[in-house]
């Protein structure tokens, strides 16, 4: 039996389409995507100004529950991580991360990956398939429904709301960018969730040619690219990407989405031991850095992904910092997260799906 397609992956125009070939009125798919992104309902029957006789053929053409929670973990440090089966029986991963009144989720895009990172426990799950628009959203709406469920509020005494979406949870989110480009313009879209384009942060491996396509879509987002070494011998050692789009193809790239939207890109920087943490790298870093605007994050490998590959020393990590800020480069360290409930992407998912570390 084929899986009905999941409303919220429709664009406006597309339900209007759809209202229209069953002849209904095309004002409605305001009203239905009001209920969907504003009030964020969970049935069908609370669309209460929608016609019964239009709710039941909504409920016959379209899912409107996609995800099924298999199960959340709280970590001590108040990161939850939930784990979805999704309705072909696989799983993801999505990842809230509370900070400083913001609530920043960290949303999966396809289900494994195919681009096989050294470090990212993901990479071991292989790729299945993309993620729809709407079981993405449903990812978002599902932090929201739990943030609701458990009262939580936000700075204002109101009910809290995700505040920042990050596209690094499981998946390469450029090579499902049809659908990563729906998901923003409906998060941006002032009438649905009204979010900021700064909230929302598409994180790449360096898939080049998708890089320009995200500025020619102009889809409302940063961009961060998953940088992590400094040369292409140590990169592709890594990250297989870079045998495609080696290091200069992928600046080329982050200077022209640089120069035609003046925002600023994130280099994420993962610090391997003998690799990407030593006084060589820091000064290659540097070199990338200086004549860009460019800001750095940077994060220590999680032990145990690869084990040919080693978390550094706090003294190694702190000399690494101290180089490169002393040439004035904007660089933070990433505290993880959720060690506790396995919240680096993949670990739980990977578990779930029967395969060992």
Known sequence: MEWPRNIKTLTTDELKAWLRDVNEKQYRADQIQKWLFCQQVRSWDEMVNVPPALREKLAQQFSLLALKEDQHL?????????????????????VMIPANGRYS?????QIGCAQNCAFCRTAKMGFTRNLEAGEILEEILSVNWYLKDNGLLDEEGKIAQVTNIIFMGMGEPLNNLEQVH????????????????????????????KIKELVDRNTPCCLAVSL??????????????????????????????????DNYVTFEFVLIQDITCTPKAAKELIRICAPRRVKVNAIVLNDGDDPTLH?????????????????????????PRGR???????????????KTC
């Open 74 to 94: 709280v970590s001590v440090d108040g990161t939850i991580k939930w784990l979805f089966e999704t309705h072909d029986g696989h799983h993801i991963e999505t």
């Open 105 to 109: 989720v960290c949303v999966s895009t």
């Open 182 to 209: 729906r998901v923003c313009c409906t998060l941006h879209n002032q009438k649905l969730f009204n979010m900021g384009a700064k909230r929302m942060t598409v994180s790449t491996s360096g898939v080049v040619p």
């Open 228 to 261: 992590n070494s400094t040369n292409n011998e140590y990169r592709s050692s890594v990250m297989p990407v870079n045998r495609v789009w080696p290091i200069e193809k992928l600046l080329d790239a982050v200077d022209e989405y640089i120069r035609r939207t």
């Open 311 to 335: 978390a550094p020393t706090p003294e190694e990590v702190e000399d690494f910092l101290a180089a490169v800020r002393a040439a004035e480069i904007q660089i933070t360290i990433r505290n």
């Open 340 to 354: 506790d409930i396995l919240a680096a992407c993949g670990q739980l998912a990977y578990k779930k799906e029967g």
